[in-house]
């Protein structure tokens, strides 16, 4: 669970390529330690391996090596559905062709179609350069560069030889992941503009079955942390003494930040000119499209009885008493759209390719995802124009509430 949390704020780089491409030694070599198993046996790497490492001019950040996507049989089927699950999350793939293997790029066209059209930068790597000749490696690198000209499906963002064996190539890759990561290496701010050096911020942060004894839940780390890292000066109450905590302040706070469940219980205290949100609003914005959330949440007003809403959560958990996804928000939905709406619950990976069986998706706040797999998720949604929210967003509108939360 702690390495899902870390690599939740990590950019993810994705290794994608044939059986015996050589993509786990290219791992191994970037990681400059053994963190792949490596063989010349066919489908070596079942699962796809996640590594945390810190590249220069990226900072911290995952690699993920896969499954070879050319793989068969049952097996291989299902190699290929986890290595399709991995390439959802990453923020860049590196696609590694062998330079001593004939190929008609079939199915590296394909792949970098699909990354292209997520917006995903791409680095080609023409790996085992040293079992070729320097004008067959040069000939091959120009045919893959051409293939990145195809009336702008796909675009490739840089091709380069490399060999493990020879340890030519490692840092000019390690560069050029740099390069197409340059804008995005940077971890999200929270917060964004409502809030900023100096300010005073109340976070309400209930103590629930959600927070064990002894814990606080992610969302509320992250946020102190992410209010900590831009100074401001967080005051953290609980939410059966808001009003006490407001009332020892010397002035009133410049944001308010509280459980999305008890929205309307603080709305009640919170001063005038002062701004209220939630953690899962903010995360939303963060780790998501809040635009799309927003007009997301507006759809449930079009619900029927006869409607069929789709409830996902990031993280896998034994549902507790008064779980948010399985109990509260049925609950809500119920009240206002009937008893008979029809609600699927989904959780992990576990999320449909398919969804035209439902007029509504609500995800939860994604703390354990990449903000890449959360937008993935909001594309293929909104290409079968099927309206997504997520939790704090969703009830704000039960709550009658999102006209009044700072987004």
């Known amino acids: 669970m702690k390495e899902d949390i870390q690599r939740s704020l990590r950019l993810h780089i994705g290794f994608f390529g044939r059986r015996n491409s050589g993509k786990s030694s290219l791992v191994n070599a970037l ?3 053994e963190v792949a198993i490596v063989s010349d046996v066919p489908g070596t790497t079942a699962d796809a391996v996640y590594k945390n490492i810190e590249i220069s001019g990226v900072g911290a950040c995952v690699l ?3 499954a070879g996507y050319d793989d068969e049989g049952a097996l291989g089927e299902l190699r290929n559905d986890a290595t399709r699950k991995a390439a959802s999350k990453v923020d860049a793939a590196v696609i590694v062709i062998a330079a001593d293997t004939a190929s008609d790029y079939v199915e590296e066209k394909r792949w970098i179609r699909f990354f292209s059209t997520l ?4 680095i080609v790597v023409m790996n085992k350069a040293d079992l070729c000749g320097a004008d067959e490696v040069e000939l091959r690198l120009r045919n893959i560069a051409e293939m990145g000209d195809m009336q702008g499906k796909i675009k490739i963002d840089a091709v380069l030889p490399v060999s493990v064996y020879e340890g030519v190539g490692i840092e000019e890759l390690r560069k050029c992941i740099a390069k197409v990561l340059a804008d995005k290496s940077e971890v999200a701010d929270i917060t964004g503009e409502l809030c900023r050096a100096g300010d005073v911020v109340l976070l309400v942060m209930p103590q629930n079955i959600q927070a064990p004894k002894g814990r606080l839940i992610l969302p ?3 946020t102190l942390r992410n209010l900590l890292d831009k100074k401001c000066m967080p005051v953290c109450c ?5 009003a006490e905590s407001l009332a020892a302040l010397v002035s009133p706070p410049k944001l308010i930040i509280t459980d999305s469940q008890v929205f309307k219980m603080v709305e009640k205290c919170c001063p005038e000119g002062t701004l209220l949100t939630s953690f899962s609003v903010l995360f939303a914005k963060s780790k998501g499209d809040i635009h799309e959330f927003v007009a997301g949440a507006r759809a449930i007003g079009r619900l029927s009885s006869e409607s069929h809403v789709l409830i996902a959560e990031a993280c896998t958990h034994t549902p507790q008493n008064e779980d948010i996804g399985r109990v509260k928000l049925p609950r809500l939905l119920r009240k206002r759209v009937g008893e008979s709406l029809r609600i699927t ?3 992990g990976a576990d999320f449909p390719d398919d969804l035209s069986a439902f007029d509504l998706v609500i995800h939860c706040g994604a703390c354990m995802f990449t903000r890449r797999h959360v937008l993935n998720r909001i594309a293929l949604a909104k290409s079968q124009h099927v309206p997504i929210t997520n939790y704090g967003i969703a009830i704000a509108f039960l709550n009658d509430m999102l006209d009044k939360v700072a987004l």
Do not use: R
Request: aromatic share 0%; glycine share 4%; charged share 10%.
């Open 119 to 122: 917006h995903v930068p791409v």
């Open 238 to 242: 609980t939410a059966d003494n808001v």
């Open 220 to 222: 509320q780390v992250q």
């Open 31 to 33: 990681c400059g330690q």
């Open 64 to 66: 993920v090596d896969t």
């Open 345 to 347: 619950h989904v959780n």
